[in-house]
């Protein structure tokens, strides 16, 4: 028997209804995702997409951090921190997502520049106000005082993540050509470790997490609140990552 089902909550049915939605709002079925898997883009578009979601990403494990200090639920809380510790590697800083990540991002744009890209110019671009707008808005969804609705934001995030990270890796094999054969998938490994494992169970987390919250349709509803601000928040950014992107090219 899973965690979930031995942690399972009047809520928990409903709570998966709700986390399934992520699929027919714009937060996943955008224009940006429809242009990234497309084809190979030219580099000024994919330097756009990544300094805008490197600038979205430095902070994700932040707010994982949030969430468990703005739970109170002991089992919600639980959930929430092997979550934290998932993105801090399980333990080994090598394998911290963010470092997979800022590898991954400076090497794809260093091949197709041809000319070394430093991790201080990803660092350095000033984010769109469109991606700055998201960022504040995560930040106020993990840091409310009420504890349903930062569970729901986090139900968001998660169920967004795994299909996010899909579409994106669908994308980046547009670019396999400049790589080896292993040489590609030895690169993809912060896209390996989320769709393979981590991200399935931050999914399965963020739903105990979020029905251990509810005693009613009320807490129900506060939930739905975090969950819709969140995908509200994501649709806004992956629009104005497109616009820039065709502005750029």
């Known amino acids: 028997m899973s965690a979930q089902q031995t942690l399972a909550t009047p809520y928990t049915e409903a709570v998966e209804k709700l986390a399934a939605s992520v699929h027919h ?6 224009d940006f995702y429809k242009r990234w898997m497309a084809a190979p883009l030219p580099y000024p578009e994919v330097e756009t997409f990544a ?10 494990s932040v707010m994982v951090a949030l969430s ?46 041809g000319a070394p890209y430093s991790l201080d110019e990803l660092r350095g671009a000033e984010a769109l106000p469109s991606t700055r707008a998201f960022s504040e808005g995560q930040r106020s969804l993990f840091s409310d005082a009420d504890q349903r609705v930062v569970q729901g934001a986090l139900l968001g995030q998660e169920h967004l993540a795994f299909s996010m990270l899909v579409r994106l890796y669908e994308g980046v094999r547009n670019y396999k050509d400049l790589y080896g054969e292993d040489e590609f998938h030895e690169a993809c490994e912060y896209f390996y470790v989320h769709i393979g494992e981590a991200e399935k169970e931050h999914k399965a987390e963020a739903v105990v997490s979020a029905a251990a919250v509810c005693r009613g349709d009320d807490d129900l509803a506060r939930v739905r609140q975090g969950f819709d601000g969140f995908l509200e928040l994501t649709a806004g950014y992956w629009s104005g990552v497109h616009e820039a992107m065709l502005s750029a090219s």
């Not at 800022?102 to 520049?113: K, N």
């Open 51 to 60: 300094r805008e979601f490197y600038a979205r990403t430095v902070n994700t």
């Open 68 to 113: 468990v200090l703005n739970t109170e639920d002991l089992a919600a809380r639980v959930e929430c921190v092997k979550n934290l510790y998932s993105e801090y590697g399980n333990g080994d800083p090598a394998k911290a997502h963010l470092l997979l990540l800022e590898q991954f991002l400076t090497d794809l744009l260093t091949r197709l520049r």
């Open 25 to 30: 709002h714009p937060a996943l079925d955008n």
